[in-house]
């Protein structure tokens, strides 16, 4: 599944830049790239499979990260 960068809201409030979606050097994993938008505003890689899993809230599903608002990249493939 393809994922779209821009802002995306997790589950429990705090919204997330995406940059893109990278591969594991060594297991081809998918890793999203992204960056919180609060605190030190550190940068972070999860797997693309949890990035895009639901969560259960007070017994519904839910996507653990929305999409709020769908950005360009700011990295390209040729």
């Excluded at 609060?38 to 693309?48: A, C």
Aim: proline share 8%; net charge negative.
């Amino acid at each position: 599944m393809k994922l779209e960068p821009g802002l995306y809201q997790h589950y429990k409030g705090p919204q997330y830049r995406v940059f893109n979606v990278a591969r594991h050097s060594e297991t081809n994993e998918e890793l999203v790239f992204y960056q919180a938008l609060y605190g030190d505003y550190g940068f972070w890689v999860r797997p693309l499979s949890m990035f895009l899993e639901s969560v259960e809230v007070d017994g519904e599903q839910v996507p653990r990260f929305a999409l709020v608002q769908a950005e360009p990249s700011l990295f390209s493939r040729p």
